[in-house]
């Protein structure tokens, strides 16, 4: 089985214009005689590669921690797909996915409010994105609400750079934080070797 970790960094990655930087403070350093290394992190929920929870852009949906753990655990289908995807072009492509689609784009696949709602109305549990947000900057809130109120979960800002078109088995889970709209996540996808049973 070949692993491939599709994360970015979370101390690296830039954040989302507007958030707060991230933060690392050295509380304890061995190299200046302490006896062990502490560090503290401050930093936006949503910084690298994160899960959004339906809380993000909706009241009444789920937090982050409320979301069954099989959301984030299972087949996925890996899609290579650039521009602003509508919803037409949406039910040409759910016929050949799994319950979880990740989108390749090189940073620049976005779903429109129209796919949204074909994503809504259909099977998927969990969509992500190798660009740092599922919709386009010029209309953010639709289609992020669109997902939050048919309960489907949202990956975002993926490191797909070597990552071919295809099936794969995803795990994703996102850090258990209590009540909040989005957490950090490792991401990676599992790929069964070629004539390995």
Aim: proline content about 5%.
């Amino acid at each position: 089985m070949i692993i491939h970790d599709i994360s970015r960094d979370s101390l690296k990655t830039p954040v989302y214009e507007g958030d707060p930087e991230t933060q690392v403070t050295r509380i304890k350093n061995m190299d200046e005689l302490d006896e062990y290394n502490l560090s503290a992190v401050s930093m936006s929920v949503h910084c690298g590669t994160h899960i959004d929870a339906p809380l993000h852009f909706y009241e009444e949906g789920s937090a982050v921690d409320e979301l069954r753990l099989n959301t984030f655990y299972g087949k996925c289908t890996v899609i290579s797909v650039e521009g602003i995807l509508t919803g037409e072009d949406m039910e040409k492509l759910l016929p050949y996915c799994r319950r979880r689609l990740i989108l390749h784009g090189n940073g620049q696949t976005f779903l429109s409010h129209s796919a949204a709602i074909v994503l809504a109305e259909s099977r998927i549990a969990l969509v992500g994105t190798d660009a740092d947000s599922i919709a386009p900057p010029f209309d953010e809130a639709k289609p992020h609400r669109e997902l939050a109120r048919a309960g489907i979960a949202v990956l975002e800002n993926l490191n797909l750079e070597n990552i071919s078109d295809g099936d794969y088995e995803l795990c994703a889970f996102p850090l258990k934080l209590g009540g909040l709209e989005a957490a950090p996540c490792r991401a990676i996808l599992l790929e069964m070797e070629k004539g390995l049973n």
